[in-house]
């Protein structure tokens, strides 16, 4: 069978917001090549199981490449596609160069371009990814692995923004939490947390395609195999009161979020927020002090902030306990 491959040439700010267009356009998956992924790979303490000299890696920017079927007219959803990149701008998003292009492919070109990307790789202290066709056996006896089909959805928590709120799940599950996990993609942190010893896990995304994808990666997971997995316009018409609110989105649809996070959190619930930028870590700091938010702890990996923030619990006259 054959394939057409349509790859965007943007700035890594844009990655996950172009994977997510070619997804909605109708795209079977996508593969990611961030020039700042290897560069943060460098110096850092998990990623000794990465081989760096085993890829060709770009050094500016990222490419997004997108897999349509040949039974799928391009022409019809081409305009779409270029027409929402461009428009990231009104996001304040950084797209760069904004160069698309169109290829064909074969379907055995298609399956090795996939896996020759991927390995298992240490992500956090206890959580490695590790691509379902690989065998690995965990190398400490407090090794979890997330087992990913890449070739399902974009993304597979290797990226910056995932690890940092990786990170921050480890820092605050302790067990038995109640998750909502907004904008699942291919599902890694719901799955994570599972690993980490949540109670229930809620995830969601907006794309019913993403939502099929984050079921399938949930099925390679023994361990996540009850997580909820629904299609949902982030957290609206959502009455589940949680413990834990992830989400590892852009900071403007962050910014949308924030007072439906606040209501559906328990007291001293946590927000855990990463995929933003670090030119607009400050607007982030200052919308959420306005609803209630305390920024507990702050990640940084390279140009991309993540933040484990707070919703006080207070008392009858509004004074916070504890405080």
């Not at 099929?212 to 909820?228: K, T």
């Not at 007291?267 to 920024?295: N, Q």
Request: aromatic letters at 8%; zero cysteines.
């Amino acid at each position: 069978m054959k394939w057409t491959e349509v790859k965007a040439t943007v700035a890594s700010e844009a990655v996950e917001a172009v994977a997510n267009i070619m997804m909605e356009a109708g795209a079977s998956g996508v593969a990611i090549e961030d020039s700042l992924d290897l560069e943060n790979y460098k110096g850092d303490a998990y990623g000794e199981l990465l081989d760096k000299d085993h890829f060709d890696f770009i050094k500016d920017g990222a490419e997004i490449s997108a897999y349509f079927p040949e039974t799928m007219f391009l022409p019809e959803y081409l305009p779409f596609i270029k027409e929402n990149i461009t428009n990231l701008i009104t996001f304040d998003l950084d797209i760069g160069e904004n160069k698309v292009e169109v290829s064909e492919v074969v379907e055995d070109e298609w399956a090795t371009a996939w896996k020759k990307y991927y390995n298992p790789v240490r992500v956090t202290r206890f959580l490695t990814v590790v691509p379902s066709w690989e065998s690995y056996e965990a190398k400490t006896s407090d090794e979890r692995m997330i087992r990913m089909d890449p070739g399902m959805a974009f993304g597979t928590g290797t990226h910056p923004t995932t690890r940092l709120t990786l990170q921050a799940l480890e820092t605050v599950i302790r067990g038995g939490e109640t998750i909502l996990d907004v904008g699942t993609g291919p599902g890694v942190l719901s799955i994570a947390s599972k690993l980490l010893g949540a109670g229930e896990v809620y995830a969601y995304d907006l794309d019913q395609v993403a939502v099929n994808a984050a079921q399938e990666n949930m099925d390679l997971n023994p361990a996540a195999s009850d997580v909820h997995v629904a299609a949902n316009d982030l957290l609206k018409g959502i009455e589940i009161q949680a413990d834990v609110i992830v989400a590892n989105i852009l900071a403007d649809i962050i910014v949308l979020m924030i007072e439906d996070a606040w209501r559906l959190l328990k007291p001293d619930g946590r927000y855990l927020v990463s995929g933003i930028i670090r030119d607009k870590r400050e607007m982030i700091v200052d919308a959420m002090a306005d609803v209630g938010f305390v920024v507990e702890q702050t990640l940084i990996q390279g140009d991309w902030v993540a933040m484990i923030l707070k919703k006080p619990d207070v008392d009858h006259d509004g004074t916070i306990v504890g405080g």
